[in-house]
Every structure is written in structure tokens, then in C-alpha cells.
């Protein structure tokens, strides 16, 4: 997700090059991985770092009007999803709705927007500035791989016994001990029979 975070936002010659490789004329990415081992793994990480971005709009130059999520967390292509418009060909930026430092939009485009419920007048335009992508998960919109992993690593539901397991004054080997009874995993004669292993039974005779 780092190599995605600047792949979409770098100013490097790595991320000019993979941009200029993997993107096409109209701004769509390509799918093929062009033998490159590494693009498979990137294409996914753009897509999690797209969902969870979003667009301070300046000058309107880098945000693709059709492309990115500028407006609403899905892109306005995804949000007309029809197959039946040309898209290839719609290479507009946001600078083309944009007028000294105002929202200016024509009749089609007023419509289009109306219909996937956007309102213009609650997007804020920093007059002046450039466009700069922001990593929502961060209060000052910074990329980490810290909460990266956060956003992305699986969440299972806190164990009631987890407080009592795994506290400062138990010794870890405790601790294991608590989780391997409560987890059923102690290697007591029936679990370790229940994989298939004979024993021979430490019972005394009577």
C-alpha cells in the first residue's frame, strides 16, 4: 500500500514511470502485469488507498473528473456506472468546472451531478493551491503504513476471558497455559487420541 500510496501521488522517476506504464492515455489502469513481478501486488494497494482517500481541491489540474473520488467516496464514473457512455474518451479534469476559484458548471454536467445527489456548494475549493490527495484514516490526512495495517488487517471480536488471560501480574507462561485450556488445546490422553496418536494409559491399577 506504500508502493500504491506513491505510485498515485510521487513525484520520483519511480512513480512517473510506473505511472506512465501502467496508466493509459485516458487514465485507466492496465491490468497486465507488462513484466513487472510487483504490479499485481500495487494494483490491489490502489485500489484499498482510493477507498480510504480523498481529494483538498486547488486548482482542479490533478484530479481526474471522472476518474477520482473527489466528490463522494466513489468515483462519478462508478456512481453513473453505465457502459453505454464513451468513457475512453472523457479525459476532463476537475480545473474544467472550475473559474477563478468558483464552481462553474454547464447544464449536462449540472444534471449528471444532480442525479447522483452531489452538491457543489459543500465542496470547498482552496483557491490558489494545488490539488492534494489526504489518507482519511490520519487526522492530517498523512499516509502510514502504521495505519495502513490498522485499516486493512481483519478484526475479530474481543474475548470476554482476554482481561483475565493477559494481565501484567500473570507470567506469560501462564498466560499460554490459560489460552491453551480455554482454546480446548491442552495435550491432555483424549486430544492427543483425537489425532490419531496411541498412548499407553498412565492409570494405576487398582
Not at 23 to 43: H, L, V
Not at 131 to 146: A, L, Y
Request: hydrophobic letters at 35%; one cysteine or more.
Amino acid at each position: 500500500m506504500k508502493l500504491a500510496w506513491n505510485f498515485l501521488n510521487g513525484q520520483d522517476n519511480w512513480s512517473k514511470l510506473m505511472r506512465a506504464k501502467f496508466n493509459t492515455k485516458s487514465g485507466n489502469q492496465i491490468y497486465s502485469t507488462q513484466g513487472s513481478s510487483a504490479w499485481a501486488g500495487i494494483r490491489w494497494g490502489v485500489t484499498e488507498v482510493e477507498q480510504r482517500s480523498g481529494w483538498i481541491i486547488g486548482d482542479g489540474k490533478d484530479i481526474d473528473l471522472w476518474r477520482d473520488n473527489w466528490c463522494h467516496q466513489l468515483p462519478l464514473k462508478e456512481l453513473i456506472n453505465s457502459d453505454s457512455i464513451p468513457w475512453s474518451f472523457l479525459k476532463e479534469k476537475v480545473s474544467s468546472i472550475i473559474q477563478d476559484g468558483h464552481w462553474r458548471v454547464h447544464s449536462n454536467m449540472a444534471t449528471i451531478l444532480q442525479r447522483v445527489n452531489i452538491d457543489l456548494s459543500t465542496i470547498q475549493i482552496s483557491c490558489g493551491q494545488p490539488d492534494k490527495r489526504i489518507w482519511k484514516p490520519n487526522i492530517h490526512g498523512r499516509f502510514s503504513v502504521k495505519t495502513a495495517f490498522q485499516e486493512i488487517r481483519n478484526k475479530g471480536p474481543l474475548c470476554w476471558w482476554s482481561k483475565y488471560v493477559y494481565r501484567q501480574a500473570i507470567h506469560p507462561s501462564l498466560s499460554l497455559w490459560g489460552w491453551r485450556l480455554l482454546h480446548n488445546c491442552l495435550p491432555t490422553d483424549g486430544n492427543i487420541k483425537k489425532k490419531g496418536i496411541c498412548t499407553v494409559s498412565r492409570c494405576c491399577p487398582a
